[in-house]
């Protein structure tokens, strides 16, 4: 029984869009790893931007600096 845990932060993402993401993962893990798509089990995990952090700021202090400073 295959688990996938998918993170991505909360912004932006609809419905329809994690519905494929669902559907493609699945559809992948039958194709390659001929896993059966009845057993196969993905969660996506939306994380708030402010939760979310790299290079020693959160996502939302680093889409500010994008946003302020385009290259």
């Known amino acids: ?14 419905s329809e869009q994690k519905a494929q993401v669902i559907a493609e993962i699945t559809e992948t893990l039958e194709r390659v790893l001929n896993k059966r798509p009845d057993l196969t089990h993905i969660v996506i995990e939306e994380v708030d931007t402010d939760n979310w952090g790299y290079a020693g700021i959160t996502t939302t202090q680093y889409r500010k600096q994008l ?5």
């Open 67 to 71: 946003a302020e400073n385009p290259s």
């Open 1 to 14: 029984m295959p688990f996938v845990s998918v993170r991505i932060t909360r912004d932006g993402v609809t």
